[in-house]
């Protein structure tokens, strides 16, 4: 059989590549004689990075930024020729800070614009960038009020995947929905509206642009819309994006299964995910996909999908914890592999 292995990566606990990895193994032990082709994939988060680079024969590099509260860390991201590739949550990413440092009123995305900088120095002069995983809720000022920024970057062309559709505020605006998720209470959560309302004027005023109900604009805590009004970025669904960029399309061809997945897979799966946008592109050839992710919260949403099967890799009543370690993910993934495979055998 020929199978194709196109993961999103499980939020912190295992890349793309190393999920694929381990699904080659469980094919190699079930099917033995089987070809695996492993793939990269993104829906606007985490492993844009990894996606575009390994495809377009990229390089990954560093540099020290500030964090989602300002302090110095670590961010990687990809050049290939003059492309950027960038991914907002190396810079903001919700993960960079523990639990209870969260506060969607203090954090900043000051580090991605430092980042398009770094990459401006390098030679950089488009950009794709994935906004998806942030930890911020300011609207995108953190990056556009960097002295110089927009006169550097303004010269530069973006393109960004988003991998949600919400708009800048309102009832499904970055504040309502995201906010309680990245640490605001319910009272902080109508302050990050007002703020965001009153900087949706501010952004009219200065831009001509009104973000206020432009799908995507709410991504990243507002981001994708300081992206479209201040840099003239073409907001585009991440997951078509990556794929389109990849040839995903050329690489089904002659396939007999896709297995692919999330690190949870549940009504927002539908809404531009990883998963479906894979599921979308493998249907339109009769190729069937198993979804293998993390966890998988029962939805009609997500049933009337068309996934061939779909088993979640963490048995039912393993704690988080546990279910995160890397190890313990790897063989859960294995085994659910293994126990999909054992069914088409039959």
């Known amino acids: 059989m020929r199978i194709i292995a196109a993961f999103d990566s499980f939020k912190g606990c295992l890349s793309s590549r190393e999920i ?71 810079a903001c990413g919700i993960t960079l800070l523990r639990s209870e440092e969260r506060n969607p009123l203090l954090t900043t995305t000051r580090g991605v614009g430092e980042l398009i900088l770094d990459a401006i120095s390098n030679g950089c002069g488009r950009f794709i ?25 303004g010269r530069c062309s973006f393109t960004v995947a988003r991998d949600v559709d919400n708009p800048f505020i309102g009832p499904r605006g970055a504040s309502r929905v995201f906010g309680p998720q990245k640490g605001a209470s319910p009272a902080d959560v109508e302050t990050l509206e007002s703020r965001l309302t009153e900087y949706s004027k501010v952004i009219l005023e200065e831009t001509g642009v009104d973000v206020r109900n432009m799908p995507g604009a709410g991504a990243s805590g507002g981001l994708g819309g300081a992206f479209a009004a201040f840099l003239g970025a073409e907001l585009k669904p991440g997951i078509e994006m990556v794929l389109d960029v990849i040839g995903f399309d050329s690489l089904l061809e ?93």
């Not at 990269?40 to 377009?56: K, N, Y």
């Not at 990687?76 to 950027?84: P, T, V």
């Not at 297995?259 to 979308?280: I, M, W």
């Open 20 to 90: 694929a990895d381990e699904v080659r193994r469980a094919v190699e032990e079930t099917l033995p004689g089987s070809e695996v082709v492993e793939v990269a994939v993104a829906d606007g988060g985490e492993g844009i990075i990894d996606a575009v680079v390994d495809r377009l024969g990229g390089r990954v590099v560093e540099a020290v930024v500030s964090d989602p509260l300002g302090r110095p860390t670590l961010a990687r991201y990809g050049i290939a020729g003059d492309l950027g590739i960038i991914e907002a949550s190396q």
């Open 254 to 346: 002659g396939a007999d299964l896709v297995f692919t997945g999330e690190g949870r897979s549940d009504a927002q799966t539908v809404h531009g995910k990883a998963p479906a946008g894979v599921l979308a592109h493998a249907m339109k050839q009769g190729i069937p996909v198993a979804l293998v992710s993390g966890a998988i919260l029962p939805c009609p949403e997500l049933d009337s999908l068309g996934f061939t099967v779909m088993r979640a890799a963490s048995p039912e009543g393993m704690p988080l914890e546990e279910a995160m370690m890397p190890a313990t993910a790897r063989r859960n993934i294995h085994e659910a592999v293994a126990g999909i495979i054992a069914g088409i055998k039959r």
């Open 129 to 153: 960038v994935g906004i998806g995983g942030s930890a911020t809720n300011d609207g995108g000022r953190g990056m556009i009020e960097i002295e110089g920024f927009l006169e550097q970057a």
